[in-house]
């Protein structure tokens, strides 16, 4: 099992940019793909990015390509995804996740979840 803490969350005006960080401890961090969730007010959780074990491979989905990047630092078992040009459309709770194999964009492929961080951008 992995656990998970984001951090970096908060409030930013549209078009700003902020940058999630999460944490992991646990088992060996370089052995598990991390996938970037988000859940807005009233809707169902979203993939939003994932990044392949060793770091070389990214996977985002449309909505946030071009704007969002995923990255890993195995050496300090943290992932982070730079997000920039926000629009009001991005506020959710944003969750990182870790999944015991190869990249994947499916919710259900990840195991474990951290508690979350919450990102509002006003317009």
């Known amino acids: 099992q992995v656990q998970l803490v984001e951090s970096g969350g908060g409030l930013v005006q549209a078009g700003g940019s902020l940058r999630l960080s999460c944490a992991a401890s646990g088992h060996t961090f370089s052995n598990y793909a991390l996938g970037w969730f988000r859940q807005a007010p009233g809707k169902e959780r979203e993939f939003a990015a994932a990044i392949s074990r060793d770091g070389r491979t990214t996977v985002y989905a449309d909505s946030v390509k071009g704007r969002f990047t995923a990255s890993r630092d195995n050496a300090k078992n943290t992932v982070y995804l730079q997000m920039n040009s926000l629009k009001p459309e991005d506020t959710a709770v944003y969750y990182c996740?870790?999944?015991?194999?190869?990249?994947?964009?499916?919710?259900?492929?990840?195991?474990?979840w951290g508690q979350g961080t919450q990102v509002t951008v006003s317009s």
């Open positions: 996740a870790a999944a015991a194999g190869p990249i994947t964009i499916e919710a259900m492929s990840y195991n474990d």
